[in-house]
């Protein structure tokens, strides 16, 4: 798929949701196309070359009220962000991760000191949950935990690129708009929680949010 077709996939998608005008419009201002084009062609690369990609979604770091609303079995924040960070520990520092939207919530600060333990070549793909109401997004400017390079590798609020089937994959935190012309697509995508949706003609949805995989989906 070409950068503009999958910009208007995701214009198409953003429709699709509750109006969120702030946020909507960040995440439309950092679609930046050669970004996106850099970062899913790194990954395609890697996934050409037999290396290991991992997904994951929905993590909601530090958020206590998570824990309640999708039944999640930990005690508290603390006992949710040690054992979700654990999980993490497989990915080595050489390996991309995707992490589809809705990192964390709650105080930033705190979190942060949580996401910054999280090995791998770090990649954000926006969620709700990742900008503010008012649609700024803190992690454009947070660095690593040495300080010396940017937390994310890239901030962006979707990534496409063909599998080595040749199928065409979106990921993106909201499921894909069924609605846009395409061939069928790869979607991968967050936001659900622990709804599973059904393929269609246009789409194969795979849900790599924790509360379905309970831990990281590796491609």
């Known amino acids: 798929m070409q ?13 699709t949701e509750r109006d969120r005008p702030d946020v909507h419009a960040t995440m439309l201002a950092l679609a930046d196309p050669d970004t996106i084009t850099a ?10 070359r037999g290396e290991r990609v991992w997904l994951t979604a929905d993590l909601h770091l530090n958020h206590a ?13 603390a006992t949710m962000n040690e054992y979700l960070v654990a999980q993490t520990r497989k990915v080595r520092d050489d390996e991309w991760l995707v992490i589809v939207g809705d990192v964390a919530m709650g105080d930033h600060d705190a979190a942060m000191t949580w996401v ?9 793909v926006l969620g709700n949950h990742d900008l503010t109401r008012a ?7 947070e660095r690593a935990e040495d300080r010396r390079r940017p937390l994310f590798e890239a901030v962006v609020p979707f990534l496409a690129w063909q599998d080595t ?13 069924v ?14 929680h622990r709804q599973v949706l059904p393929h269609t003609e246009s789409a194969h949805f795979v849900n790599v949010g924790w509360d379905v995989t309970q831990g990281l989906v590796c491609l």
Do not use: M, W
């Open 3 to 15: 950068f503009t077709e999958t910009l208007d996939l995701f214009i198409c998608t953003l429709a």
């Open 39 to 48: 970062v899913s062609v790194q990954i395609q690369q890697s996934l050409a």
């Open 65 to 77: 009220n998570v824990i309640q609303y999708c039944n999640r079995p930990f005690a508290d924040a």
């Open 116 to 124: 910054r333990r999280i090995p791998g070549r770090k990649v954000l």
């Open 135 to 141: 649609g700024k997004c803190r992690y454009l400017n």
């Open 165 to 177: 089937l040749g199928q065409n994959v979106f990921v993106s935190h909201y499921p894909a708009s």
């Open 179 to 192: 609605d846009y012309p395409l061939p069928r697509i790869l979607n991968y995508h967050g936001h659900l």
